[in-house]
T-cell receptor, first 113, second 116 residues
Framework: SQKIEQNSEALNIQEGKTATLTCNYT??????LQWYRQDPGRGPVFLLL?????KEKRKERLKVTFDTTLKQSLFHITASQPADSATYLC????????????FGQGTELSVKP | EAQVTQNPRYLITVTGKKLTVTCSQN?????MSWYRQDPGLGLRQIYY???????DKGDVPEGYKVSRKEKRNFPLILESPSPNQTSLYFC???????????????FGAGSRLTVL
């Protein structure tokens, strides 16, 4: 069956540390993998994406890796800040399926000062 | 400001009373979509539209209708709401096939619907 899973537990880390969030999937062949941030009571906001033929992508304090053999993406926030506290969603961007995105359930990140 | 606007943001209604959630985008996006978000189930696609007058079912279309008569608007219609449609609804849009070819979505702020 097709599945997409993120860290099931909330992630609590200390300010200044690196947060690492995991996104695993089975039986999909995404052309891209996207990451979104969602704050309570608000819609998801796009952060960055990585293509199937890319291994790593960076944007400021964010880094995403993508391993299509393991079917896994890791999302890192370095030098984390309390303002990074939110829920982070990964999404598979499928080819040839009308632009469909398959979202994970999200991982809630809490950064303590 | 580039945005997706949904209304109403909050609504409590009763079973069977037809309602419409409006969605409008000001970015000239071709692609629009509706999602519902439920605890433990994540975001699930209800309907999407690749362009004006073109709509298609997502993963959970039962009990919903949509229309795309104009590029900027994509209303979600619940003809006869039931309690299992109590959820948080998001409208989203995208250029669809921009420079990267990816479908990067811009979401609205959400509409929380309760059906009693």
């Amino acid at each position: 069956s097709q599945k997409i899973e993120q860290n099931s537990e909330a992630l609590n880390i200390q300010e200044g540390k690196t947060a690492t969030l995991t996104c695993n999937y089975t039986n999909y062949s995404p052309a891209y993998l996207q990451w979104y941030r969602q704050d309570p009571g608000r819609g998801p906001v796009f952060l960055l994406l990585i293509r199937e033929n890319e291994k790593e992508k960076r944007k400021e304090r964010l880094k995403v890796t993508f391993d299509t053999t393991l079917k896994q993406s890791l999302f890192h926030i370095t030098a984390s800040q309390p303002a990074d506290s939110a829920t982070y969603l990964c999404a598979l961007d499928l080819r040839n399926q009308g632009g469909k995105l398959i979202f994970g359930q999200g991982t809630e990140l809490s950064v303590k000062p | 400001e580039a945005q997706v606007t949904q209304n109403p943001r909050y609504l409590i209604t009763v079973t069977g009373k037809k309602l419409t959630v409006t969605c409008s985008q000001n970015m000239n996006h071709e692609y629009m979509s509706w999602y519902r978000q439920d605890p433990g189930l994540g975001l699930r696609q209800i309907y999407y539209s690749m362009n004006v007058e073109v709509t298609d079912k997502g993963d959970v279309p039962e009990g919903y209708k949509v229309s795309r008569k104009e590029k900027r608007n994509f209303p979600l219609i619940l003809e006869s709401p039931s309690p299992n449609q109590t959820s948080l609804y998001f409208c989203a849009s995208s250029l669809r096939g921009g420079s990267s070819g990816a479908n990067v979505l811009t979401f609205g702020a959400g509409s929380r619907l309760t059906v009693l």
